[in-house]
């Protein structure tokens, strides 16, 4: 059990890394080719990448908690 | 890093030592190039192994010497004894008194030979007497007849060789007696002769050379015969005491040979005394002789004296010189002649006279002589007849003696003859009796003899059935015992099974290893099982055993501390998560906390939990601290109380730790049911 938690971490931060990587590249793609070379493409795409893994990360360690409930209507 | 700085250091270090090094070389060099300090040591050794050669040799030079100081180093010294033996060859032994003494034996030996022959006999029977108590009488018999013998023997010689030496003395002295008898005749004879012949003046000087020669001989006869008869004499004195020492023997067969001894030195002793006898006579004749000379040759003297005052000029042979003579000289001469003449007539005149007066006294010294000599003569003759007489007499005594002893002899024989048959009446008298006593003992004996047998055979046989009873109820008690015992030892070896599975499942809680579950109780587990059929208590527990632990098999205490270390600081990283405190948010949160905040790494947790307990962080000292002490179960329970993320981290562990607490409750019940179950088959002594 004390391993999962490590393991989550190394999933997460793998995770992390690599989305705001992409998130950069495609934001520099998106900079170089549509947006004259402007900045914000880059850090739209390296936030979302880095919003998207620290999303997954926190559903990750969220999970034993969650409680995918129905709602039961009274009839 | 370390192990580079140490080489770093290590090069320093060579570095600076190396340069030492060769500074001290040229140091040594400096000093090596010197000749006192070499020369010096080489002094040194060299003197010293002079000293120790020196004292080696003396040592060994003076053991050769002394034997005591080479004895006293052989102990003190340990491996001297090889030294000096290698140098001196093996110690010689004690040999400095008892040589000695030895040649001193040889010594006294060698001189007394001749002593102690006649010592012998004196000593031998003391010594013959002293040991009689202790040897047997046939001994004693052997040893005086062969001590007899050998004093015989002794006695015999001795006698013989005295009586041999004395013969030989007293001729010797009889011979030399005779010859000096012989001098002193011929000796006087020429006196005579020279005295009275007219014989011409030549042929006097020769008679009278003749004369000396004749004195000087019969000087040396007469001495040689008086060695010899001091010699004799002396012989004979020896013979005498010889004589007297056989007799002084006890011995018998010695008597015949004493007398015949004792007769040979009475003879011998006559035949020198009449010598002697004889010598002296011719000594007094030729004493007669020599006065008359020497009377005569005053006379003649006188003359010469007187006519030599008268006339001084005349020579002594005054019968040729008749023409020489003056008329005075002759009428002095003649007046003279007268005188002389006159005074001799007148001389004679009252020899005459007193012729008679002379006579008589004369006759009365010879009377008075020859009384001496009758009384010596009677005296000499007195002891000779003695001496004969009691020879004689000894001889009679000695031949009445072996009579006598030869009569004693039968009458003895007689009485021995006389004695044995009488003996031998008694003895067979005596054997009949004996005879009738003994059988009649025998018989009283073997009556006794026989009614004890019998007895004894009856008391044999009644114990004998006592005993066979007794063996037989014996037997039967053992028997019934052996039954017992069997069925208690049944029980016994059962409940050693039991013990004994029991232990091994003990056993295989402690093969747990770091981090390694111990093996799978399952085998144990049915052995235990196995040997408690009849126990339901001990089945339910055996079979209460968690399946995990059979399959799988538990964990050790320690490894689970380890691990709980480990999990310790995790829990405390996610102390803040729970079902609603779960972001990543919460997490930066939890794990700022966990940095920042510091608690006892083990505190005794109180006897009641209180709600401020149960904070993780407090609740996970408590758990650290009862694990460290070793109550695994309190810990757990501590543990127990964590929420949230905290609980799901150490789920796992709190699984294996109730595992393991099971599985050991459980083995300790069947063990201490085991120790019950022992105890109670184990035979109180």
Same mark, same amino acid.
């Given at each position: 059990m004390a391993d999962e938690h490590g393991r989550k971490w190394d999933r997460c931060l793998a995770d992390t890394a690599v989305k705001t990587v992409t998130g950069l590249g495609v934001g520099i793609m998106f900079s170089v080719l /549509? /947006?004259?070379?402007?900045?914000w493409p880059v850090s739209l795409g390296s936030g979302l990448g880095l919003g998207m893994g620290y999303a997954n990360c926190q559903h990750d360690f969220r999970s034993p908690y969650l409680i995918h409930g129905r709602v039961v209507k009274d009839q | 890093m370390l192990r580079a700085c140490l080489r770093g250091a290590n090069a320093t270090a060579r570095n600076n030592f190396g340069k030492t090094r060769l500074t001290n070389l040229q140091h040594c060099r400096h000093y090596t190039a010197g000749e006192t300090s070499g020369g010096g040591a080489a002094k040194v050794v060299a003197a010293g192994l002079v000293t120790v050669g020196g004292g080696i040799g003396g040592t060994i030079l003076y053991a050769k010497w002394d034997n005591k100081f080479r004895a006293a180093v052989e102990n003190n010294v340990p491996y001297s004894d090889w030294l000096l033996g290698l140098a001196l060859g093996p110690p010689s032994p004690k040999s400095g008194l008892p040589i000695k003494k030895q040649e001193y034996k040889d010594c006294h030996e060698h001189q007394d030979t001749s002593v102690t022959a006649a010592v012998h006999p004196d000593t031998e029977s003391p010594t013959a007497t002293e040991p009689l108590k202790e040897r047997p009488v046939e001994e004693v018999a052997a040893i005086l007849a062969q001590q007899d013998q050998e004093e015989q023997d002794i006695a015999t010689c001795s006698l013989e060789e005295s009586l041999t030496s004395s013969a030989k003395a007293t001729l010797q002295a009889i011979g030399a007696q005779e010859a000096a008898l012989q001098a002193i005749t011929r000796h006087t004879l020429k006196l005579k002769e020279a005295m009275e012949a007219e014989v011409p003046p030549q042929e006097k000087s020769a008679q009278w050379k003749d004369l000396e020669a004749a004195l000087a001989d019969r000087t040396g006869a007469v001495n040689d015969a008086e060695t010899a008869l001091s010699k004799a004499n002396e012989a004979l004195d020896s013979l005498k005491s010889v004589i007297d020492k056989s007799k002084g &023997?006890? @011995?018998?067969? @010695?008597r015949p040979l004493v007398l015949a001894a004792e007769e040979n030195l009475h003879n011998m002793v006559v035949d020198l005394d009449k010598v002697v006898t004889k010598v002296h006579s011719a000594e007094s004749e030729a004493k007669i002789v020599s006065q008359y000379s020497e009377l005569v040759n005053e006379a003649k003297q006188q003359f010469q004296r007187e006519v030599s005052s008268l006339t001084p000029e005349i020579q002594a042979n005054w019968k040729g010189l008749t023409g020489k003579l003056s008329s005075d000289d002759l009428n002095a001469l003649i007046a003279h002649a007268h005188r002389r003449i006159d005074q001799l007539n007148r001389e004679l005149a009252e020899q005459r006279v007193r012729e008679q007066i002379h006579i008589d006294a004369a006759l009365e010294q010879q009377k008075l002589e020859d009384q001496k000599a009758l009384e010596k003569a009677v005296s000499t003759a007195l002891q000779h007849i003695k001496e004969e007489a009691r020879l004689e007499q000894e001889r009679k005594l000695s031949e009445l003696r072996e009579v006598m002893e030869a009569e004693m002899r039968t009458q003895l024989r007689r009485q021995a003859a006389a004695h044995t048959d009488h003996v031998r009446d008694v003895l067979k008298v005596q054997e009949q009796e004996l005879r009738v006593d003994a059988e009649q003992v025998l018989s009283s004996k073997m009556l006794e003899q026989e009614t004890r047998y019998r007895q004894l055979s009856q008391e044999q046989l009644d114990n004998f059935t006592l005993d066979m009873n007794t063996a037989y109820a014996r037997l039967k008690g053992m028997e019934e015992a052996i039954d017992s015992h069997v069925v208690a030892e049944e029980e016994a070896r059962k409940a050693h099974q039991l013990w004994l599975s029991v232990e091994a499942l003990n056993y295989t809680l402690k093969t747990a290893n770091a981090d390694i579950p111990t093996v799978p109780l399952e085998g144990a587990a049915q052995a235990v099982r196995d040997s408690c059929h009849d126990s339901d208590f001990a089945l339910a527990l055996s079979s209460a055993l968690p399946e995990e632990s059979l399959h799988r098999g538990v964990y050790s205490e320690a490894s689970l501390r380890a691990r709980f270390n480990s999990l310790r600081s995790l829990a405390r990283r996610v102390a803040l998560i729970d079902e609603s405190h779960n972001s990543l948010y919460q997490y930066f949160l939890s794990y700022l906390q966990a940095a920042l905040l510091f608690e006892e790494k083990q505190e005794a947790p109180p006897a009641q939990l209180c709600s401020?307990? &149960?904070?993780p962080f407090k609740l996970l000292s408590y758990a650290s601290y009862c694990l460290e002490h070793g109550d695994l179960e309190l810990a757990a329970k501590l543990v127990n109380q964590l929420r949230g993320e905290a609980r799901r981290v150490v789920e796992d562990w709190l699984t294996e730790a109730r595992l393991t607490l099971e599985t050991r409750q459980v083995v300790s019940l069947l063990s201490a049911y085991a120790n019950a179950v022992g105890l109670g088959t184990t035979q109180a002594p």
């Open positions: /549509f /947006f004259k070379r402007r900045t | &023997l006890k @011995v018998s067969a @010695v401020e307990d &149960l904070d």
